[in-house]
């Protein structure tokens, strides 16, 4: 069992920065891959950003060069920068991991979330 906790979330205006985090615990390993995904109003839940036991990384087209995903293992936590941010950006983010060592790319393929953190971009 592997519990996912958020953290970072707030209203900032657009063009600023967040940094959100996600700390896992219980039955966790530094091989697992994960992931960001945010759910807008209105919109679908969509992947943002990913990464996997190598740190191999994968962006979002509509985030790229603007977020950066990153996990320190000693805190089994992984971060999202968050720079640059836009109005569109307003959602709630939520973590997830996929027990393997390869991300993917559809919600079914995660097998644990956070409760999600908000983040309100201002414009």
């Known amino acids: 069992q592997v519990q996912l906790v958020e953290a970072g979330g707030g209203l900032v205006q657009a063009g600023g920065s967040l940094r959100l985090s996600c700390a896992a615990s219980?039955?966790?390993?530094?091989?697992?891959?994960m992931a960001w995904f945010r759910h807008a109003p209105g919109k679908e839940r969509e992947l943002i950003a990913a990464i996997n036991w190598s740190r191999s990384t994968y962006y979002a087209h509509s985030v790229k060069g603007r977020f950066t995903i990153s996990r320190d293992n000693a805190k089994n936590t992984v971060y999202l920068q968050m720079n640059s941010l836009k109005p569109g950006g307003t959602a709630v983010y939520s973590c997830?991991?996929?027990?393997?060592?390869?991300?993917?790319?559809?919600?079914?393929?995660?097998?644990?979330w956070g409760q999600g953190t908000q983040v309100t971009v201002s414009s």
């Open positions: 997830a991991l996929r027990r393997t060592l390869a991300y993917a790319y559809r919600e079914d393929d995660y097998d644990y």
């Open positions: 219980g039955r966790t390993s530094s091989s697992y891959a």
